[in-house]
């Protein structure tokens, strides 16, 4: 019984040593919290520049596909 308890620890400390060095779900947390401070900057510009980015879009409408006369 000795044995098997001690088997069980050593493999259950070998598998929480390999978990804990493991990086590729900590980048995929980091990729993803850059991506969420991105899409909030971009957001907040759009919120922010309401107006001008209006009148943007306008003229540049108006200048690939002139208003009638």
Excluded at 24 to 52: C, K, N, P, S, W
Aim: net charge negative; aromatic share 8%; charged share 15%.
């Amino acid at each position: 019984m000795k044995n098997l308890l001690t088997k069980c620890y050593i493999e259950s400390k070998l598998t929480l040593e390999q978990f804990k060095e493991n990086q590729q779900g900590v980048t995929a947390i980091e990729y993803g919290l850059i991506a969420v401070a991105v899409a909030t900057a971009v957001a907040a510009a759009m919120v922010v520049f309401d107006t001008q980015l209006e009148a943007l879009f306008t003229r540049v409408t108006n200048a690939i596909n002139p208003p009638p006369p």
